[in-house]
T-cell receptor, first 115, second 115 residues
Framework: GENVEQHPSTLSVQEGDSAVIKCTYS??????FPWYKQELGKRPQLIID?????GEKKDQRIAVTLNKTAKHFSLHITETQPEDSAVYFC??????????????FGKGTKLTVNP | ETGVTQTPRHLVMGMTNKKSLKCEQH?????MYWYKQSAKKPLELMFV???????ENNSVPSRFSPECPNSSHLFLHLHTLQPEDSALYLC??????????????FGPGTRLTVL
């Protein structure tokens, strides 16, 4: 089945710097890769996603890149701000035992942006 | 933030108690999920329901019993739990089959403490 590895587990940057979080996946059939942000005490929320027919997607300060050949995808946050501090999860879509779909999540990256 | 709701938000129970967690989605989705979130395994998929049918049981102990009476409601019945079951239990929903709109939306979670 699908396996998603996420690195680093913790990341500390200075305000204004860039942050990069990387994930690898194992199932070449996976075709959808969302990123979720979870602030302390809150629910995970989708911040950006990418499909396998696209190599890069950008939304203001956030971008995601996908390398299908190498089976890895990355989240890039530029001009980081203290409110970017949170745990970020990557995920890859996989097929369940019953033939429907599910997301397999990485273990998360705790990002701290220091003022 | 009201698309997926969960009750109760906090629950403390003894090992011999029986309780139920409830999830309701108001997004017109037909796939629903239970996740367990703890320090050891940040986002661990437990069950997947697709059009009310269970399509994934991720080797979850039988002391957790899910129920999905319709596409809008999902329950997790708990009995004879162990202290290590203490965690945040998150419900999510999505549109199935996936395609244009396959984002999973999470509820706020139930913080469960087993004494």
């Amino acid at each position: 089945g699908e396996n998603v590895e996420q690195h680093p587990s913790t990341l500390s940057v200075q305000e204004g710097d860039s942050a990069v979080i990387k994930c690898t996946y194992s199932d070449s059939a996976s075709n959808y890769f969302p990123w979720y942000k979870q602030e302390l005490g809150k629910r995970p929320q989708l911040i950006i996603d990418i499909r396998s027919n696209v190599g890069e997607k950008k939304d203001q300060r956030i971008a995601v890149t996908l390398n299908k050949t190498a089976k890895h995808f990355s989240l890039h946050i530029t001009e980081t701000q203290p409110e970017d501090s949170a745990v970020y999860f990557c995920a890859a879509r996989a097929i369940t035992q019953g033939g429907s779909e599910k997301l397999v999540f990485g273990k998360g990256t705790k990002l701290t942006v220091n003022p | 933030e009201t698309g997926v709701t969960q009750t109760p938000r906090h629950l403390v129970m003894g090992m011999t108690n029986k309780k139920s967690l409830k999830c309701e989605q108001h997004l017109g989705h037909n796939a629903m999920y239970w996740y367990k979130q703890s320090a050891k395994k940040p986002l661990e998929l437990m069950f997947v329901y697709n059009f009310k049918e269970q399509t994934e049981n991720n080797s979850v102990p039988s002391r957790f019993s899910p129920e999905c009476p319709n596409s809008s409601h999902l329950f997790l019945h708990l009995h004879t739990l162990q202290p290590e079951d203490s965690a945040l239990y998150l419900c999510a929903s999505s549109q199935a089959p996936s395609g244009v709109s396959d984002t999973q939306y999470f509820g706020p979670g139930t913080r469960l403490t087993v004494l």
